[in-house]
């Protein structure tokens, strides 16, 4: 004899007894349990009617659940198997689905990295790395950075490759608002970590770092190899923190006539070298050819 048939007999009801018949015998039973009925029997009578009404309710939930099912025809029962499935393992299947798309997404940004990595490689060497600090602006109807890079490498045509980067850097003359300021300790992040060969400034940017220990002095240049190019115009005179005399700190190319032919929105085109600098001596000769385009203007 089945436990549910236990129950019925139990309750004194045949087994198609209605959900209103078993609750009204229950609260019969409950109500005796406050006179007569010990409290064993009724804890007897208290699992059966919960063990009743529980095979009730479980059967109209199977009997929604297959109504609901119905529309998938013979594949009901999967259908039925994957949802309970989800249910119960709900969390586990979104936490094993948010790894996967971390996963992918950390080995895709390796794959490319690697790739990068290899392009980089296969790449010639830099002969020349440039930062633009400044209130400048590369033409994108030309290609932007990239076009602008293009434009520079051409006029250099012995070199391979030329690495430049863009830093905008508002005018000392504006009123420095919320995002200039933003702007500005970008700029002084970027001069932190990166290492150009040369600086090419407005006078703002110039003022900002040219007495600053960023720049090198280029005094013996300026009185050897570049002294039939300067004059007092392009020559731009300092003293830093520590000096106790003036020096060249850095060469205006600004009327030189290849800096007229770049795709740059321009004021000034002020070159500094960075103290340390790998390529040096393509540095110097990168001045000293915007330089004889200026005394042939």
């Known amino acids: 004899m089945s436990d549910l048939k236990k129950a019925y007999e139990l309750l004194g009801l045949p087994e198609n007894a209605s959900r209103e018949e078993v609750e009204r015998v229950f609260d019969i039973e409950l109500r005796k349990s406050r006179s007569k009925s010990s409290e064993q029997d009724f804890d007897m009578k208290l699992k059966a009617y919960k063990l009743i009404t529980g095979s009730e309710d479980r059967q109209k939930i199977e009997e929604k659940s297959r109504e609901r099912f119905q529309k998938w025809g013979r594949f009901a ?27 992918t997404a950390a080995t895709v940004t390796f794959v490319n990295h690697r790739q ?7 790449l010639p060497p830099i002969d020349l790395s440039i930062m633009y600090l400044g209130n400048f602006m590369s033409d994108m109807d030309k290609g932007g950075d990239e076009g602008l890079e293009q434009a520079m490498l051409e006029q250099f045509p ?3 490759r030329l690495k430049l980067t863009m830093t905008y850097l508002p005018s000392s003359d504006q009123s420095m608002g919320g995002a200039d300021m933003a702007y500005q300790q ?38 050897g190899i570049l002294k039939p ?21 850095a ?42 385009e200026a005394t042939t203007k």
Request: hydrophobic share 40%.
């Open 251 to 292: 060469i205006d190319i600004t009327n030189s006539k290849l800096a007229d032919q770049l795709p740059l929105g321009k004021q000034q085109m002020i070159v500094g070298l960075r103290g340390g600098s790998e390529n040096r001596d393509n540095a110097i000769h990168f001045i000293e050819r915007y330089l004889q």
């Open 186 to 223: 970008k700029a002084m992040a970027i001069l932190a970590t990166e290492k150009p060969d040369i600086y090419i400034l407005d006078q703002s940017s110039y003022d900002w770092i040219g007495g600053s220990g960023v720049l090198e002095k280029l005094d013996e240049e300026a009185n």
């Open 116 to 122: 990068e990595q290899k392009r980089l490689a296969a």
């Open 229 to 249: 190019l300067l004059n007092e115009e392009n020559q731009i005179i300092g003293r830093g923190e520590e000096d106790t005399e003036d020096h060249v700190y």
């Open 77 to 103: 029962g999967t259908a039925e198997k994957v949802e309970e499935f989800f249910r119960i393992y709900r969390t586990h299947v979104i936490v094993g689905i948010i790894a996967v798309i971390v996963l």
């Open 158 to 160: 012995e070199w391979k």
